[in-house]
């Protein structure tokens, strides 16, 4: 085996890194292409974490399904002499023992394991009692309280370090992503679990390396405090997601474009000015929701109507007519259509449904 020519920092250290970066390739293939690819990322100092898939999850049968234990050895080398942490995929407690045998030092769980309870739940119980530091991704499907159950179930195990990674959510709608970042889920996970360290995924959002940094500065710009993102010394030839592969100067030059945001604005004396404009919005959300209440309440009075004279709750004239008027003005407003078009959607479905309860209601 090689002498250690680095000391790894101690994962503590790693975790309170910010910005938290972690780069590799989507898969290990062979020990040149993991060990040229991780002496350069050393070598950029801009690197923490070096990942690489060993056991590859692939949508079909037939694709290149990793190199399994394989790579382990490779992953020990990386750590050897280059300094850098490694991390992986598992899926399985098989997987969790290797893993952990041959020294990996972060594992994570991918998108497709997410969504399989048992499968979360047999990782989870293979690493009790270890301090093991684990990355859950988000599931493919866009559930968030599937992405959290996964995370109580590694935490239930009595893992403390804990990092969550978005890496955006399948979908059959059209969009510009290979799996679109539904940042509002993104935003309602950080909110769930503040205190876990939030990284984006660039890579899996995109599926294509020339629309990495616009989503990479949007993750920033929410305040996430890392990013992964796949990293090969020749991106078109990987064996997996050469698409999005960036190469080792590829990733510098996107990292040197991020502008990092700081994460608690509140702690410096200066952000006074920002504390008044949120006491205003604190203030207009209290009016947005008294007058919501107030709506509800004329809508209780209009049900009670309908029902008095027979008339249907769902007006579809009535409905297009708000619409209409109300996106009319939306532009002016500097309102998005889009936006507008899904809060009255909202508003709409609240208000049938307190004058269906008012249906409801014996005379
Ligand atoms: C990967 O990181 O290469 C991977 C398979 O990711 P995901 O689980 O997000 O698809
Ligand atoms: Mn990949």
């Known amino acids: 085996m090689l002498e250690a020519d680095f000391q790894v920092p101690a994962l503590d250290h790693l975790w309170q890194q910010r910005p938290l970066i972690i780069a590799g390739p989507c898969s ?107 990355f859950v991704k988000n599931p493919l499907n866009a559930d968030v309280d599937l992405w959290t159950g996964a995370v109580e179930r590694v935490a239930k195990a009595g893992i403390q370090h804990i990092g969550l990674i978005h890496r955006g959510f399948a979908s059959y709608a059209n ?29 899996h959002i995109c599926g294509r390396r020339d629309k990495l940094q616009g989503v990479a500065q949007r993750a920033a710009d929410l305040g996430c405090d890392g990013l992964m993102i796949e990293c090969h010394p020749r991106p078109d030839e990987a064996w997996s997601d050469a698409a999005q592969q960036l190469s080792p100067e590829g990733l510098r030059h996107l990292l040197d474009g991020i502008t990092w945001r700081r994460q608690d604005a509140a702690q410096a004396a200066c952000h006074a000015a920002l504390e008044q404009l949120r006491q205003r919005i604190d203030g207009l959300d209290d009016e947005i929701v008294q007058l919501l209440s107030q709506r ?11 029902k008095t004279h027979d008339i249907a709750i769902l007006q579809t004239a009535r409905w297009n007519q708000i619409l209409d008027r109300i996106l009319d003005s939306s532009e002016r407003l500097g309102l998005s259509e889009e936006f507008i078009h899904r809060f009255l959607e909202a508003v709409h479905l609240e208000s049938i449904a307190h004058q269906t309860a008012v249906f409801g209601k014996e005379k």
Do not use: C
């Open 28 to 134: 290990a293939e062979t020990e040149e292409q993991v060990l040229t690819t991780a002496t350069a990322l050393a070598a950029s100092g801009q690197v923490h974490l070096f990942r690489a898939g060993l056991w590859k999850p692939r949508t079909r049968p037939g694709s290149f399904e990793g190199v399994g234990s394989l790579g382990l050895g490779w992953m020990q080398q990386v750590r050897q002499l280059t300094g850098l942490p490694t991390a992986t995929e598992v899926a399985s407690a098989s997987q969790v023992e290797q893993a952990l045998k041959a020294g990996i030092d972060v594992l994570w769980i991918g998108a497709r394991t997410t969504v399989n309870p048992f499968s979360v739940q047999e990782i989870a119980d293979a690493l009790r009692g270890l301090n093991q530091p684990v």
């Open 175 to 203: 969009t510009e992503f290979r799996h679109a970042p539904m940042w509002h889920l993104a935003i309602e996970m950080k909110r769930r679990h503040p205190d876990l360290l939030f990284i984006n995924d660039p890579s």
């Open 296 to 306: 509800m309440k004329l809508a209780e009075q209009i049900g009670a109507y309908k």
